[in-house]
């Protein structure tokens, strides 16, 4: 895949992963005290619809473009107004006119007391994410590798916070650097919240990932699947998953409302699926 964020914002992958980083950052608001979010492959920010690369690919127009011209179940909407609000939000003329990426959803979504990091190590995007931010005091943004990122921040002085992972999925090793990342981080931070993206193209890959955070001794393990149709290694991505590490307790449940709506309206084709899997317990 070349996974730099403008070319996909907005896309399938991007429906299921801020709807789910919404709910968390949510569920993080229950508590007064303050919680760090640690963005590892943050990209620019924010996608102005005009760009480019989203014009280049127009996958948008399939992902979110779909999910606000459908009328929405009173229980889904519930689910997703902490991100559909967020998008609206950024498009006051009520026209979509541009994208939130998970540093400008994470930052609509923040309190006063709570901060952010960025971390990004592409030298275009990394200007153009620090002038997007420049001036703001909740926000840290870093010309960094995502993975050395892993190893730098965490845990945060905070205490409370998520990780949210999202590599671009260039190398062939990708999954193994994933999971060699996250053991590392948690057993710097075994209370942290872990969200992690990645294409559901290799079934293998990701059963392996699995596999080995179990076996490194993670618990409460939670995956998360939304295919627009059957895919394999060699097709463009039609279906994403995210694997959660202390996933907020309500959030399963919230994604058994939401993302069998999402993949109906989203369906292109037969192997559609949505599927919450508890990988781990407790």
């Known amino acids: 895949m070349n996974y730099r964020h403008a070319y996909h914002a907005g896309n399938i992958g991007d429906v299921l992963k801020h709807a789910v980083l919404a709910c968390c950052l949510v569920?993080?608001?229950?508590?007064?005290?303050?919680?760090?979010?640690?963005?590892?492959?943050?990209?620019?920010?924010?996608?102005?619809?005009?760009?480019?690369?989203?014009?280049?690919?127009?996958?948008?127009?399939?992902?979110?473009?779909?999910?606000?011209?459908?009328?929405?179940?009173?229980?889904?909407?519930?689910?997703?107004?902490?991100?559909?609000?967020?998008?609206?939000?950024?498009?006051?003329s009520g026209t979509l006119d541009v994208y939130p990426g998970s540093p400008a959803l994470t930052r609509a979504l923040l309190r006063p007391q709570d901060r952010m990091t960025l971390t990004e190590l592409h030298p275009a995007d990394y200007e153009t994410l620090s002038q997007r931010f420049a001036g703001d005091h909740q926000v840290k943004v870093i010309h960094l590798d995502g993975w050395l990122a892993l190893g730098s921040f965490v845990p945060p002085k905070e205490k409370r916070g998520l990780v949210l992972i999202d590599p671009a999925f260039e190398v062939t090793d990708e999954f193994e650097r994933i999971a060699d990342g996250l053991i590392k981080a948690w057993k710097r931070w075994p209370g942290g919240m872990y969200l992690?993206?990645?294409?559901?193209?290799?079934?293998?890959?990701?059963?392996?990932?699995?596999?080995?955070?179990?076996?490194?001794?993670?618990?409460?393990?939670?995956?998360?699947?939304?295919?627009?149709?059957?895919?394999?290694?060699?097709?463009?991505?039609?279906?994403?998953?995210?694997?959660?590490?202390?996933?907020?307790?309500?959030?399963?449940?919230?994604?058994?409302?939401?993302?069998?709506?999402?993949?109906?309206?989203?369906?292109?084709?037969?192997?559609?699926a949505a599927h919450v899997h508890q990988v781990v317990p407790e």
């Open 27 to 92: 569920y993080m608001q229950r508590k007064a005290a303050p919680f760090r979010v640690l963005d590892t492959h943050a990209g620019i920010g924010s996608y102005p619809l005009s760009l480019e690369e989203m014009q280049k690919t127009g996958e948008w127009e399939r992902g979110i473009g779909r999910v606000l011209a459908e009328p929405c179940p009173e229980p889904v909407a519930k689910v997703l107004a902490p991100w559909l609000d967020a998008v609206k939000a950024a498009n006051p």
């Open 196 to 272: 992690l993206w990645y294409p559901m193209k290799d079934w293998r890959a990701v059963k392996q990932l699995h596999a080995t955070l179990e076996e490194a001794g993670l618990r409460d393990i939670l995956a998360l699947e939304l295919s627009i149709g059957r895919s394999d290694p060699d097709s463009p991505m039609r279906g994403s998953g995210m694997t959660l590490v202390n996933a907020p307790f309500t959030l399963a449940e919230d994604m058994r409302i939401a993302l069998p709506w999402l993949r109906d309206i989203l369906a292109e084709g037969p192997g559609a």
